[in-house]
T-cell receptor
Framework: QKEVEQNSGPLSVPEGAIASLNCTYS??????FFWYRQYSGKSPELIMF????GDKEDGRFTAQLNKASQYVSLLIRDSQPSDSATYLC??????????FGTGTSLTVIP | KAGVTQTPRYLIKTRGQQVTLSCSPI?????VSWYQQTPGQGLQFLFE???????NKGNFPGRFSGRQFSNSRSEMNVSTLELGDSALYLC??????????????FGSGTRLTVV
């Protein structure tokens, strides 16, 4: 079974700072990685995914992948209070199944 | 474009009862996956249906079952409910089973409480 590990937090950052969320995975053969955001009491929503080593940027969000270190991260620039949520890292398995980390709780302090 | 619709939103059941949850995927999506989310275990995969066939199943007891209809709507059933079945049940929709390529769209979930 694939393992996806995340620091549960809580992670607190001041408004306007960069929030850095990290995820490690056990299966060296994993090819793609997904980040979901889940607000309290809501369902997860897809933020972005990354396949290739390096950085992928989408607005204020940047996903970083280092396959050699089996490490993927999500950076949120200019953090806003509305970014306060739990962030889930996910790795696909065969078929249409995902393994999810338990999530990192982020609080952005105004 | 309508999203993924799950009903009901909330359920309270007694131990030993059974429950049926419903999920209507995004129009045109033929793959429906079900997950259980609890504070301690996070999101755990239950099963996936594609074109009315179960393609993949997670490590849950046989009390958890599901099916998919010709219109891609899916139901999951839990029989002989236990207290530990209290959780948020999430349905995820993807086009032609390509969730692994492009990710899922989740429904709002059904919050099941077993008392």
């Amino acid at each position: 079974q694939k393992e996806v590990e995340q620091n549960s937090g809580p992670l607190s950052v001041p408004e306007g700072a960069i929030a850095s969320l990290n995820c490690t995975y056990s299966d060296r053969g994993s090819q793609s990685f997904f980040w979901y955001r889940q607000y309290s009491g809501k369902s997860p929503e897809l933020i972005m995914f990354i396949y290739s080593n390096g950085d992928k940027e989408d607005g204020r969000f940047t996903a970083q992948l280092n396959k050699a270190s089996q490490y993927v991260s999500l950076l949120i620039r200019d953090s806003q209070p509305s970014d306060s949520a739990t962030y889930l890292c996910a790795v696909p398995n065969t078929g249409n199944q995902f393994y999810f980390g338990t999530g990192t709780s982020l609080t952005v302090i105004p | 474009k309508a999203g993924v619709t799950q009903t009901p939103r909330y359920l309270i059941k007694t131990r030993g009862q059974q429950v049926t949850l419903s999920c209507s995927p995004i129009s045109g999506h033929r793959s429906v996956s079900w997950y259980q989310q609890t504070p301690g275990q996070g999101l755990q995969f239950l099963f996936e249906y594609f074109s009315e066939t179960q393609r993949n199943k997670g490590n849950f007891p046989g009390r958890f079952s599901g099916r998919q209809f010709s219109n891609s709507r899916s139901e999951m059933n839990v029989s002989t409910l236990e207290l530990g079945d209290s959780a948020l049940y999430l349905c995820a929709s993807s086009f032609s089973g390509q969730g692994a390529l492009y990710g899922y769209t989740f429904g709002s979930g059904t919050r099941l409480t077993v008392v």
